[in-house]
């Protein structure tokens, strides 16, 4: 199986931890790293998809969680994500 890279393993990693495969500590300490690191791939790929995904998920979302308790960091998280897939299915994108 391929290796999935930019929008696709981005996309697979809020949904582990949004499905309870990973944990808090290892989305909070690694969301920023990838999405840095893969963000011009994601980008050209699909310019206008990385930034709905940075502005969903990024500022939106992973930026407003300090402070939160664990269940209302994963609220916001999936709140957030359901935002972007929606504008992603409704051809916002």
């Not at 791939?41 to 308790?69: C, H, I, K, P």
């Amino acid at each position: 199986m391929a290796k999935k890279v930019g929008m696709a393993f981005m996309m697979e990693f809020v949904q582990e931890y949004l499905d309870g495969k990973s944990d808090r500590l290892g989305f909070d300490l690694d969301f920023n790293h990838y999405l840095i690191q893969l963000y011009p791939r994601m980008e050209r790929q699909n310019a206008e998809l990385a930034e709905s995904f940075s502005f969903y998920m990024g500022e939106m979302g992973f930026d407003r969680v300090n402070g939160l308790s664990d269940a209302k960091h994963k609220a916001l998280i999936r709140k957030q994500y359901a935002k972007f897939l929606a504008a992603m299915n409704d051809d916002l994108l």
